[in-house]
């Protein structure tokens, strides 16, 4: 079993910063994918950004490219997302998610077999 635990959600002004972490535990972090998703309500869950197992690839959402930064530590099993210019629009709950996950399919929502319990965020315009 992989536990997932997300930290470093709160309320922000626009145009501030946040970081969340999630820290992995179980089987073996490295061998995982990790991507965070993100939900507002009515809305589905949708991706944000995603790493690969080693680090080397990145992937990021239109919404939050230039502004949204992934990366894992696979040491420390972590990975973090460093949002900076946050808007109203990124008010949302984040999950952090782990699997393996083909390149193709790192902005899916069902491929990830691991989830955490997200944490809020909350960005004031």
């Known amino acids: 079993q992989v536990e997932l635990v997300e930290s470093g959600g709160g309320l922000e002004q626009a145009g501030g910063s946040l970081r969340l972490s999630c820290a992995v535990s179980?089987?073996?972090?490295?061998?995982?994918?990790m991507g965070w998703f993100r939900q507002a309500p009515g809305l589905e869950r949708e991706f944000v950004a995603a790493?690969?197992?080693?680090?080397?690839?990145?992937y990021y959402a239109d919404s939050v490219k230039g502004r949204f930064t992934i990366s894992r530590d696979n040491a420390k099993n972590t990975v973090a997302l460093q949002m900076n210019s946050l808007k109203a629009d990124d008010t949302a709950a984040y999950y952090c998610?782990?699997?393996?996950?083909?390149?193709?399919?790192?902005?899916?929502?069902?491929?990830?077999?691991?989830w955490g319990q997200g944490t809020q965020v909350t960005v004031s315009s």
């Open positions: 179980g089987r073996t972090f490295i061998n995982y994918a």
């Open positions: 790493i690969s197992w080693s680090g080397g690839k990145t």
């Open positions: 998610a782990a699997g393996n996950v083909g390149r193709s399919d790192y902005s899916r929502v069902a491929p990830y077999d691991y």
